[in-house]
């Protein structure tokens, strides 16, 4: 029962905590609006978004007050008309919807929008369940204006149905209306405040006041609470209060409906900018920005505008708010780039102006961000989500980050916890009692309404209005983002935490919507190959991936490329991931048919840092393919190989030999020598229970599905080959919901041992993972992130520890001792446990929410695993590299390596054209965490070599023989003539 009132409080806010008190605040909302004339409504309905100008005025038809006119995702336009009675002074129209409008005049301009979406605790509106519009022209005595409507559900879920409750021309009694939020804020103050002297005397004063109102006394009702709005704060902690209207591109709706919820949430922000001398609106994701370019010109005129007045702040300089666990490195690189250079086309903002990074929403963040942020230009870090740690709670909110390569950013998480706070009373105070840094005095309130954008809307400015100097309260002062962190600079901020940040929940985005996570593996891939290929031919590619590129940063928000987002959401972005994934196949065949050749005969090209010297099978002939890197190379045929076996329960390539149980998994696995490397079998594939987790079912995993033994999959069909250069051992696994079909691969002269797997997946609420105890493990694990990787225990000592269960990964984690190492690689795959001597790698779950249909289908992807010596981790990160990029042969294709270095652990991640003029970059970085210099040699003519930052911005010059790399730095070189 408690945890139902709870609920119930949560979710009905003063309604819950307060009846009697609401009771009266209602009686009082009642006296704020006079209806004085029905409004006319007629309404055209569309399954999709029509374009104002495309909308057929003939097709219209009359719609009843309380009509529900459709289900979620629903759209329409609605034509509101009426006639204004003579001698009416100052009326007001109002709409009254079940969902959100954006409103037009007749000619077409953007007039104002309206939103009933209700925000888990919420504070009432003035309207109820109806919304004043601004701006609509009644000098000629007439209302006509149109509404483009929608409804995307209740507290942004998928339920109800659209109505319409009427339309109406009403006038307001200022002072009622007035009244109504001194009273609103004082009786939240009440309710929230631990002062006994305080609360008794608000509670004394809206009692008075309350009485006057019965009796017709509006104005003696507010003198009653003038003197409790007008004591002052006598606290010394300051907020610094900006809107927002945090906006996910993608969750519960589709991206088109991002479209209008952006225009719906910029004119909100701008019409309040025009009439408030003081409010301050920031914004986020340029993506959003650039829709309203291309949507709404005259709007974003409007935006310009405010920047330029420095009433609108524009917060980051990532093109969206994306996932940083699963993009690669150089996807966060050109997040910031393409990001800041449309920022500073368009709005004209200088460096000072874009020093934070924001990400209030995202999952977890990597250990390298750090690094990425300052050399992108941004030093401050703005989050709110580790306040949502499930089992320890992360000890600071204000707090220097530094990531693996000492690189540090400062960070402030508004302590509230929340970036759609709506700025009451409750709200401030809670924040004074769990903020570690109090002592500061100063904090940034993030306020407005958000997830489905909104931003600040009439209740928030009122509040926050009464709250600047209010006794009992903090000071609550209007600021930019920007001029809060300028100030925290300026204070003493002791605490500094190294390593990543990690989430102690949504473990589940490691994994969820698999397929989502193998096209976003992939493209990375495919683009960097297109953009490697055109500096070979010297081709501009810059406009042609410029598009590409965009798509592929919005898909990586961190909604969608975490799979947490609706199935149409999800069906979207695979469509255009393959859109992408074509196109770049198209351009990369027409680059390389362009390669001149200097033999026939088919050739390997390596687009990698790492030399490759591999037997490839081309038109069923066995061809050994000897590549530098950054290269193409002729294949030389060769003999068959010795050492392959296959046949009963061994697999062999005389290098390593596996033999399998009757389970399927490895249960021996021994290298030339006879060093034993199963320790308690390899590869065994297995079911996990994972429960529903409401209501995060796709983000979340309970770190309790470990204490339930899980099912092993039975191996229904066995069949042994001996391919080419392959020893092969295929393996099929039977369930009533699932089946595996996998093919154990040893190729000649490598130690690698491939799993190249297909699986049926038909499971609900399970988990998939394949499972290894090899003999060399340790206390830590080390796992690749962007630009390098992180080491994580895998003890369970402590509460942090134990939250830790399931740890993000790119290509590879790796475990040594003093006698060996065993890594453990995939080419699509994030989600790892890594505790107690088990490696287990997460291949697939199956929620139902928000997806139903999350995961269900036919999946293909590879993983790995491959002992090495003890710190040789370079050639894991070599392995890595080979199996998440093939070589791709061709046909008479020839050409010398464009860049290698002389070190393993250095990596030549990028080749690319500069952003800029005829200049190539190259983005380097020191894989293996120790200082190192070496030599870049580069097939390329140029005359000055520079170091820039990531956004290619010059440093200096450099000496390519010589170039010094800290512990996993990042270093970008421009190459370019001096014409």
Known sequence: MAAITGFAAWLFGLRAQQPAEYRRLMRIRRGIYTAVAKLDAQILRSPEPIPFDQVDSAAFSPLRPGTAWGDVFDCAWLHITGEVPAGIRNPIVLLGIRGEGLMYSPAGELLDSVSTVFQQGDLPHSGGKYRPVRNVDLSAGRVDVFADVTYNGWILYEWGRAVYHGAQLATRSDEVYELYYDYLTLLVLAGATEDSALEADVRRSLGVSFARFGKGDVIGARAALSATLSAPSTSDFVYSAVGHGHLDMAWLWPLRETHRKSARTYVRALNAIETSSDYIYGTSQPQQMAWMKADHPALFDRMKGAVTAGRMEIQGSFWVEPDTNLPSGESLVRQALVGRRFIQDEFGLSDEQLRLCWLPDTFGYNGNLPQILRKSGMEWFQTIKLAWNKVNDFPHRTFHWEGIDGSTVLVHMPPEGDYNSRGAADNLLTVLAKYPERALDTALLV???????????????????????????????????????????????????????????????????????????????????????????????????????????????????????????????????????????????????????????????????????????????????????????????????????????????????????????????????????????????????????????????????????????????VERSVDGARAVRRQVYRGRTVSVDQRVVLEAGSDVVRFETEVDWQEKHRMLRAEFRPVHYAETVRCEIQFGHIERVTTERDSVEKAQFEVCAHKWI??????????????????????????????????????????????????????????????????????????????????????????????????????????????????????????????????????????????GEVDLDALAFGAFEIKTILLRSRS
Request: hydrophobic share 35%; glycine share 10%.
């Open 447 to 717: 306020y407005g309404s958000g997830d489905g954008g909104g931003g600040p809307n009439e209740i928030h400015h009122e509040i926050i209005r009464r709250e600047h100097s209010l006794r009992g309260l903090p000071q609550v002062t209007y600021s930019t983002a920007g001029a809060f962190f300028r100030g925290l600079e300026r204070l003493d901020v002791s605490h500094t935490h190294v390593g990543e940040l990690y989430l102690e929940t949504h473990q589940g985005t490691y994994t969820t919507q698999a397929q989502i996570k193998r096209h976003n593996r992939l493209v990375e891939r495919k683009l960097h190959e297109v953009e490697a290929l055109a500096v070979v031919l010297d081709d501009d590619s810059r406009e042609r991936l410029a598009e590409h590129w965009r798509t592929v940063l919005l898909n990586q928000f961190h909604d969608i490329l975490p799979g947490s987002s609706i199935a149409r959401v999800n069906r979207e972005a695979i469509a255009s991931y393959q859109r992408v994934e074509a196109a770049l196949d198209e351009y990369a065949e027409k680059l390389i048919d362009r390669v001149p050749g200097s033999g026939d005969g088919p050739a390997a090209v390596n687009l990698t840092s790492f030399p490759r010297d591999e037997l490839v099978t081309f038109d069923g002939s066995l061809f050994r393919a000897v590549v530098p890197p950054y290269a193409a190379a002729a294949l030389v045929p060769e003999d068959e190989v010795d050492g392959l076996e296959s046949a009963g329960d061994t697999l062999s390539n005389g290098i390593l030999t596996l033999r399998f149980g009757l389970d399927g998994e490895i249960v021996s696995c021994t290298d030339r020598e006879g060093n034993e490397h199963s320790a308690g079998g390899l590869n065994r594939v297995v079911v996990y229970e994972d429960p529903y987790v409401w209501p995060f079912n796709a983000w979340d995993i309970k770190p309790e599905y470990v204490d339930k033994a899980p099912r092993a999959l039975a191996v229904t069909d």
């Open 814 to 955: 790796a475990t040594e001792d003093d006698g060996g190492g065993f890594a453990l690689l995939n080419d699509s795959k994030y989600g790892h446990r890594a505790k107690n001597g088990l490696l287990s790698l997460n291949l697939l779950r199956a929620p139902t929410f928000p997806d139903k249909t999350a995961d269900r289908g036919v999946h293909h992807f590879t993983y790995a695993f491959c002992p090495f010596d003890t710190g040789d981790i370079a050639k894991v990160v070599r392995e890595g590299y080979r199996l998440n990029n093939p070589l791709r042969i061709a046909d008479g294709v020839r050409f010398d390596s464009l860049a290698a270095v002389d070190d393993p652990g250095v990596i030549v991640e990028t080749v690319k054209r500069a952003e800029d003029g005829d200049g190539v970059v190259l983005r380097l970085y020191e894989s293996l965490g120790r200082p190192v210099t070496t030599a870049l040699r580069v097939g390329l003519a140029y005359d000055v070599a520079s170091e820039t930052d990531l956004l290619e911005r010059t440093i």
